[in-house]
């Protein structure tokens, strides 16, 4: 199986962008899609990103994914930063035999 | 809109079972979805633990596997998480997910709140 590694935190201030990687340990990043989970504080995830840079309907078009195969990881990029941003975020992919994983999580603040 | 919620002990003996049962509203669970279970054990990621087809078809986190069991009802519209001999490790709030097939697969486009499950004597 392979692991999805993703930085444990990262910070920016309101108005800026910020992009959160996710780096595949084995395999090839475009092999499976991605998407990506923003959890707020005592919530459920809830999904920003499906299909690698698909957004689900009512997520706003500051929330964009990509997938870079030179890098073989996926990227969560958010644009015009808000504080009801700040949340952990993860991303998810599966393998071949249906094995789901997930990313570690990293913690976005908005300062 | 399908709603999911979960339930079932928050308190569970060490060496004991943990079992749980998600409720599908506002669907079917016979629909072509992964039904899934995740769980976050405090101040951690999210850990994928299995998730089921409505044929009966499982496929479990190998980590899991020996003590992970999952089940659907189709009668009652419920999916079912059973785990064996657990331990304070297992300690964790549970949610159930639905899983795309179709599109982007395993994408989780539906949660549970989630309920917090407790290994303790």
């Known amino acids: 199986n392979f692991m999805l590694t993703q930085p444990h935190s990262v910070s920016e201030s309101p108005g800026k962008t910020v992009t959160i990687s996710c780096t595949r340990s084995s395999g090839t990043i475009a092999s499976n899609y991605v998407q990506w989970y923003q959890q707020r504080p005592g919530g459920a995830p809830t999904a920003v990103i499906y299909e690698n840079k698909r957004r689900p309907s009512g997520i706003p078009d500051r929330f964009s994914g990509s997938i870079g195969s030179s890098s073989n990881s996926a990227s969560l990029t958010i644009s015009g930063l808000k504080t009801e941003d700040e949340a952990d975020y993860y991303c998810?992919?599966?393998?071949?035999?249906?094995?789901?994983?997930f990313g570690g999580g990293t913690k976005l603040t908005v300062l | 809109q399908v709603h999911l919620q979960e339930s079932g002990p928050g308190l569970v003996k060490p060496s004991g079972t943990l079992s749980l049962t998600c409720a599908v509203s506002g669907g079917s669970i016979s629909s072509s979805y992964w039904w899934s279970w995740v769980r976050q054990t405090p101040g951690k990621g999210l850990e994928w633990i299995g998730e089921?087809?409505?044929?009966?078809?499982?496929t479990y986190n190998p980590s899991l596997q020996s003590r992970v069991t999952l089940s659907v009802d189709k009668s009652k519209n419920q999916f079912s998480l059973m785990v064996t001999s657990v331990t304070a490790a297992d300690t964790a709030v549970y949610y159930c997910?639905?899983?795309?097939?179709?599109?982007?697969?395993?994408?989780?486009?539906?949660w549970g709140k989630g309920t917090t499950v407790t290994v303790s004597s």
């Open positions: 998810q992919s599966y393998d071949a035999t249906n094995h789901v994983v």
């Open positions: 997910a639905r899983g795309s097939v179709v599109i982007a697969p395993h994408y989780m486009d539906v």
């Open positions: 089921i087809y409505p044929s009966g078809r499982t």
